[in-house]
T-cell receptor, first 113, second 110 residues
């Protein structure tokens, strides 16, 4: 157990509404990530953070924003949800505490209708 | 485009058989190659990992073979068991960022 909690675990929302997913970690890891998983694509990096207030884009960042105001929390926001953002979202963490191994949370299932 | 190419997309193996999954990469900056196992409804869990200065790593029934010159690596699951039925992802790490293969669904028939 890498001490990662994602919330909500399941959400159904309407097109055009804002959505925020939260990732909370308990072990003071420096790096935090948001991935999305879709059939045939594996997991793709949306955004990541390498410290408080330090974030950068991944390969599929369009339509998403992130914030990290404290070490333990990394928020992913869909400003205006679209059906193409229906996916499973995974938070992950890494850092010297984990020996630089990347560990994943249990996932958040998002459906945009 | 996918930085790590994985094959096959799926495979079926009899109990006790060997499952082999192959991956290839182009970016020589990758410096760590983990494999993840994922069960339905769960997050990916680290299974085994290797660094490019090692050609083989074995942990129980799972072995990674790594060919640095060919930029290829593979996972072998020996004596496959029904509990090994899952989706397996290869990955490559550069600068603390993971790039994943598309995944292989392994089904072990009893």
């Amino acid at each position: 157990d890498a001490g990662i909690t994602q919330s909500p675990r399941h959400k159904v929302t309407e097109t055009g509404t804002p959505v925020t997913l939260r990732c909370h970690q308990t072990e003071n890891h420096r790096y935090m990530y948001w991935y999305r998983q879709d059939p045939g694509h594996g997991l793709r990096l949306i955004h990541y953070s390498y410290g408080v207030k330090d974030t950068d884009k991944g390969e599929v960042s369009d339509g998403y924003s992130v914030s990290r105001s404290k070490t333990e929390d990394f928020l992913l926001t869909l400003e205006s949800a679209t059906s193409s953002q229906t996916s499973v979202y995974f938070c992950a963490i890494s850092g010297t505490v984990s020996g630089n191994t990347i560990y994943f949370g249990e996932g958040s299932w998002l459906t945009v209708v | 485009q996918q930085q790590v190419k994985q094959s096959p997309q799926s495979l079926i193996v009899q109990k006790g058989g060997i499952s082999i999954i192959n991956c290839a990469y182009e970016n020589t900056a990758f410096d760590y190659f983990p494999w993840y196992q994922q069960f339905p409804g769960k997050g990916p869990a680290l299974l085994i990992a290797i660094r490019p200065d090692v050609s083989e790593k074995k942990e129980g029934r799972f072995t990674i073979s790594f060919n640095k010159s060919a930029k290829q690596f593979s996972l072998h699951i020996m004596d496959s068991q029904p509990g090994d039925s899952a989706t397996y992802f290869c990955a490559a790490v550069n600068d603390y960022k993971l790039s994943f293969g598309a995944g292989t669904t392994v089904t072990v028939r009893a």
